[in-house]
Structures are given as structure tokens and as C-alpha cells.
């Protein structure tokens, strides 16, 4: 039986609402529309059988397909709600305020047992940012950091604490997903000279150093990211400082690390510099991609060795969504820029379509792995609220604009489980649409009057790079080349492409008429040195010399000079010195 369409929660100005998702796209009669303004937060099960929601007056929790209330809690300042892995617990937070005398305040973060709807334990959790404690799957095992100490809890039972993990001034950690045994990371920065660092641990063994799965320590890092894989065999660490040092960032400066569960660490190599906007893994937890360089930016596929197995080449993204199968991969760039999506066939690495989300601050792919939302946002965007639903092949299926008075605050999608929805074949045609093609209009670039009527200069302020397949073609080895071995290839290569150049020179110049032989500068004879070197560097300047000739004939042509071609020109006097002087030195 094939499972039903998943719905799309709407919250905004005008109420809180579903909506049936493909192929229907009209609002669900199953759960009854919450018309208040002031609905601040909502959360979805991760099943995706139960959701949840603060409507400034309670948290109410009810039963998705039944359309059933199960639980009302009288939480009215609730503004963060996160259901436990099995569904069995339900935690919610609220600002902390301490009392008029300067008291300590009432905890706020609460900890209910959804089925009877008793609170289960109440903690004091001062900070907003990682306010909610961590579960594995199995809910056998819940976290969270207190006063640089992971306190970890067994079977749901928060009046004892089973095992502590004490590191100096942990900061911050994450467990691995998937079955037992559990697997912790944990982020300890660096301070007086030392090093920050990032620990595996497999719990309980929390016995030191020597305990850990793995290690690895650097340094740059202000704050860190820590993402493992689905298959809990590896961590991806994005390293990031708030300030770049060498002027060459606004964003701080970003590295990427690799660590794997059986002590394995690298840095991951990435060609381009410039900040790391985003790094996902594929499901298949074999593939990772990264988003990084200054714009346009490069999208690169690495391997579990850190080999790059898939270049998309430049273009202006700054985000990564794999579909839930993993078979396809999304490059966006949104927020400062334009909205432009590439939708990629992973396996065959084919460009599937290129639609525009023009403004959207929001992206998700639906549960079913065919479909996509989009939606722009309040507070981000307050004006072109709306949401819309694609299909990855780049039609438009269904589009909603809130009405001008109005905003729309958050869209999310019914989370289902696992193997819900098999994965299908890759289409490449659009599917057909109701509506309009989605695909704006391009943009003239502004011209001045007096060039209005003249020919125009194709001028580019970036060459963009082409996609490139990184790995070794069949009949090559199976290994890539080492770093080492490349370098000594493009050398190889290099001096082909001299002797090859040198001997159709040589062609040339036997091919020349005795007329032309006849000019002023062949009849002076070739001079050399007797020393190898010093023949080689004449050579070298005067192909720069014959470069910068070209270049100032462009020039003269009328063609846009670069940065970098307009500095070598500017080098010509000190190239003509210093041929000068090895030629007298002769």
C-alpha cells in the first residue's frame, strides 16, 4: 500500500494550517486550522505521526492522520517545541527570567511523557542555542551539556544521571544516529596556546585519551560544526574563526576536517580559498559535498578518502541539499543571491534542470523524494511571502502568495520514516504543469545612451569553470595519483608541450623565403651563453616580452584588459632591463 501524500505545515499572520501535498495542494481537513495570531512554534514527531504547537496560550499535541488531540499542556511563553526519536517525550522551551530579588528563575526547559502527560523532570537552560538535549534513536541514552560536562541519562529516567563525560570547557557535542552502540563527539576549543580539538567516544567508555575512537586537534576555530554520516562511521568538522586574519574574508576564515570512528583524521583539501558556505553528507554515507571559495563558488563530491570524486565547476551557490534517496543533489544559491538551483543526477552526474526560487529563504525536499519546497520568509523577507512546490525536473506544481497585509513565518514537511517511499528512476523531462514557467525574464544589463546603438563587447568579470569528473577514467589505475605524482605528470606534460612548440619554431623559420631572411634582426646569428641556464631565462623573458606585445595589441583593439593582464604589462620596463643584462653579460 502506498503510504499517503505528506502535508505541509503553514504558519504565519494568518494562522496555522496543512496542506496535502502532491498531488493535491489543498488544505488538509484532517487537522482543523489554529486561526490565532500568535502561534510561535511547531514540531513534527520524527515519525511524523504526532505534531505539535504553541499557540501563545498552550502547547497542544495531537494525532496527525487521526486528527485526534492527545495532550494540552499550559505552556503560553513556549517558543521552542522537539519531540524525542520515538515520540515518547516532548520538550519544550521558554525564555529564562530570574525573579525580582534577583533570585534564581523557575526552570524552563520541561521534559513531558506524551502518552500521560506528566512532566518528567524540569532543568534551568539559560541559553537558547543547543537548549534541547540529545537522544539516540533507540531513546536508550539522552544528553546535555551542563557547565562543560556531558550528563547523559538512560531509558528516559531524568532523576539519575548514569554517566558523565568531563572534559575541560567541553563546548559542544553531537551523537551519532543509527542503532547501538552510541558514538559521541565532543568539541573542546583551544586556549593559552593549546590547540582546540574534536574526541570520539563510544559510550560509556569515557576513560581518557586513550579511550577515544579518534582525535584530532587544530587550530583557527572559534566555533565548530560536527555532522556525522548516517551510517555513524564518520564526523565532518567545519572549523570556523570569526575573524580573518589576512584581510581576506568578511566571513572569518573556514577549514573543513574528516574523522572516522576507527581513528582515521584528515584535513580535507579544498583547490579554491574563500569561505565554506555549506557541507552535506549524501545518505549513502560514502559521498560527501562542499560548497566553498569566494563567488563564484566551487561545488565539489569527496570521497571517504578525501579524494574529490565529482567537480560541479563555478557558479553562484551557497547551499547543498541531497534528496532523501541520495540519487539526486540540489546547488542553490540563496539569500544575497538569486535563487538559481542546479538539480544534478548523482549516479550519472547529468544536470537535470535549472529552475529560479527567486527570494527564497527556505528549501526542503519533500519525504517522497520527488518534490521540493520553496518558501520566502518573515522576519528574513516581509514582503513576497509565499511558498512554492516543485517537482526536481523544474515545473512549478503549486504556488501560494499570502495576501499583502499578511506574513508567513515557517513551512515544514511531514517527516515519515525510512524506506517509506521507494526511490524511482531519474526523469529528465519536466513533467507538465499547470502553471506558467517559473523561469524569469533575464535582466538587460544598463547601457549608456551613446552605446546603445553599437555593437556590444561580451565582457565577463568571471570566467566560470566547467563541471569535471574527478575520478581515475577506466583502463588508468584504479588508485588516484598522489599529490606528489601529479605534479610530476603536469611537469612531464609541460616539457612535452615545449619540445613539441620548440620544433615547430624550428619548422617555421626553415620555411621562410631567403626574402624574409633578409630583415635586419634574422641575419644576427642565435647568441648563447654556454650556459644552460642563463639561455633558458632569455628564452623565458622573451616569450613574456612577446605576451605583453600581444596583450597591448588587444589593448589597442579596444578589448577589456583583466587586473591581472594589465599588471603584466605594467612589468615591461623591468623585463627588458633585465633581459638587457643577461644579454650583455654574454
Not at 501524500?5 to 493535491?24: D, Q
Not at 523544474?394 to 520514516?417: D, I, K, R, T
Request: aromatic letters at 10%; proline letters at 8%.
Amino acid at each position: 500500500m502506498a503510504p499517503p501524500a505528506p502535508l505541509l505545515a503553514v504558519r504565519g499572520s494568518e494562522g496555522l494550517y496543512m496542506v496535502n501535498g502532491p498531488p493535491g495542494f489543498t488544505e488538509s481537513t484532517a487537522f482543523q486550522r489554529d486561526s490565532g495570531k500568535n502561534c510561535k512554534a511547531v514540531a513534527f514527531s520524527k515519525d511524523g505521526s504526532l505534531f505539535a504547537w504553541c499557540n501563545g496560550e498552550k502547547v497542544n499535541v495531537v494525532n496527525v492522520t487521526g486528527a485526534e488531540l492527545l495532550r494540552s499542556f499550559d505552556l503560553p511563553r513556549a517558543v521552542y517545541l522537539e519531540f524525542s526519536p520515538k515520540s515518547s517525550v516532548l520538550a519544550t522551551w521558554q525564555a529564562y527570567t530570574t525573579a525580582k530579588d534577583g533570585t534564581a528563575g523557575t526552570p524552563n526547559l520541561q521534559l513531558h511523557d506524551v502518552k500521560t502527560g506528566k512532566c518528567l523532570k524540569s532543568f534551568i537552560q539559560k541559553k537558547m542555542q543547543n537548549w534541547c538535549p540529545c537522544w539516540s534513536d533507540d531513546e536508550s541514552i539522552c544528553a546535555r551539556n551542563v557547565n562543560n560536562e556531558v550528563h547523559f541519562f538512560e531509558n528516559n529516567n531524568f532523576n539519575t544521571i548514569a554517566n558523565k563525560l568531563h572534559l575541560q570547557k567541553v563546548n559542544d557535542f553531537v551523537l551519532s544516529p543509527g542503532a547501538q552502540p552510541t558514538k559521541v563527539a565532543v568539541y573542546v576549543p583551544g586556549s593559552k596556546g593549546a590547540p582546540s580539538f574534536v574526541r570520539l567516544y563510544q559510550y560509556p567508555n569515557f576513560g581518557g585519551p586513550q579511550s577515544a575512537l579518534a582525535n584530532k586537534s587544530f587550530f583557527k576555530a572559534d566555533k565548530v560544526t560536527m555532522l556525522w554520516n548516517k551510517k555513524a562511521t564518520a564526523v565532518l568538522v567545519i572549523a570556523s574563526t570569526e575573524v580573518d586574519k589576512t584581510g581576506a574574508s568578511y566571513y572569518g576564515e573556514q577549514t573543513l576536517h574528516y574523522i572516522a570512528t576507527n581513528g582515521e583524521s584528515a584535513v580535507v583539501q579544498l583547490p579554491k580559498n574563500g569561505p565554506i558556505y555549506d557541507v552535506v553528507w549524501n545518505p549513502n554515507s560514502v559521498e560527501f559535498c562542499a560548497v566553498y571559495g569566494f563567488m563564484p563558488a566551487k561545488a565539489t563530491v569527496f570521497n571517504l578518502k578525501c579524494d574529490p570524486v565529482f567537480d560541479f565547476g563555478t557558479g553562484p551557490r551557497n547551499a547543498a541539499y541531497y534528496s532523501p534517496h541520495g540519487h539526486i543533489l540540489v546547488l542553490a544559491g540563496f539569500g544575497n543571491l538569486r535563487g538559481q538551483m542546479e538539480v544534478w543526477d548523482v549516479k550519472n552526474y547529468k544536470l537535470i534542470s535549472k529552475p529560479v526560487a527567486s527570494d527564497s529563504t527556505y528549501f526542503a525536499w519533500c519525504p517522497d523524494g520527488e518534490h521540493i519546497v520553496t518558501a520566502t520568509c518573515a522576519p528574513r523577507l516581509r514582503v513576497s511571502n509565499g511558498y512554492k512546490i516543485w517537482h526536481y525536473t523544474g515545473s512549478v506544481l503549486h504556488s501560494y502568495e499570502v495576501p499583502a497585509n499578511e506574513e508567513m513565518w515557517q513551512v515544514c514537511w511531514q517527516p515519515f520514516p525510512d524506506g517509506a517511499f521507494p526511490a524511482r528512476a531519474v526523469k529528465y523531462q519536466a513533467v507538465p504543469s499547470e502553471l506558467p514557467s517559473a523561469e524569469p525574464k533575464p535582466a538587460q544589463a544598463y547601457r549608456p545612451p551613446a552605446l546603445r546603438n553599437k555593437p556590444t563587447t561580451a565582457s565577463k568579470l568571471h570566467e566560470d569553470e566547467p563541471p569535471q569528473n574527478m575520478k581515475p577514467q577506466l583502463g588508468s589505475s584504479d588508485k588516484p595519483l598522489s599529490k606528489t605524482a601529479l605534479k610530476n605528470q603536469r611537469k612531464h606534460e609541460a616539457k612535452k608541450a615545449a619540445k613539441q612548440e620548440a620544433k615547430a619554431d624550428a619548422k617555421q623559420e626553415s620555411a621562410q623565403p631567403p626574402a624574409a631572411q633578409s630583415a635586419p634582426r634574422s641575419t644576427v646569428p642565435a647568441i648563447t651563453s654556454g650556459d644552460p641556464e642563463v639561455d633558458k631565462k632569455i628564452k623565458n623573458l622573451k616569450k613574456k616580452l612577446k605576451a605583453i606585445e600581444q596583450l597591448k595589441e588587444q589593448a589597442a583593439a579596444g578589448k577589456q584588459l583583466e587586473k591581472n593582464q594589465l599588471e603584466k604589462i605594467q612589468k615591461e620596463t623591468a623585463l627588458l632591463q633585465e633581459l638587457e643584462d643577461l644579454e650583455l653579460g654574454l
